[in-house]
């Protein structure tokens, strides 16, 4: 009886457990940012903004921790600078876009 309790729990421990697949991807985020971003932002950390008001996503750390983009990433950022078009991740996405920013800090 004792095997098939621990067995369970096991089992249990198995399923609950966050895999893979809730890791955060890099490379995703580097996807989401040359899709969403990189027309205003510079993704990289050398190149300058291709539009002068978008801050360099290098230098975000410099202002704010990058984490606490998080809610806005995931309720919808209406601001930033004036012609930043509104858009919303999933939590998926959040994960993966804020572990790329964090790959730009120095």
């Known amino acids: 009886m004792r095997q098939g309790i621990a067995g369970s729990m096991v089992a249990a421990a198995l399923l609950l457990a966050p895999g893979p697949s809730t890791a955060s991807n890099v490379e995703q ?9 990189a027309k205003c932002h510079s993704t990289d950390k050398v190149s300058p903004s291709p539009l002068k008001i978008a801050p360099p996503f290098r230098t975000l750390h410099e202002r704010y921790p990058v984490e606490q983009l998080q809610e806005a990433l995931a309720e919808g950022i209406v601001t930033g600078h004036p012609s930043m078009p509104e858009f919303r991740f999933d939590a998926d996405q959040v994960g993966d876009f804020i572990a790329f920013l964090k790959t730009l800090e120095k």
Not at 29 to 37: E, P
């Open 29 to 37: 985020g580097r996807r989401l940012a040359l899709l969403y971003c």
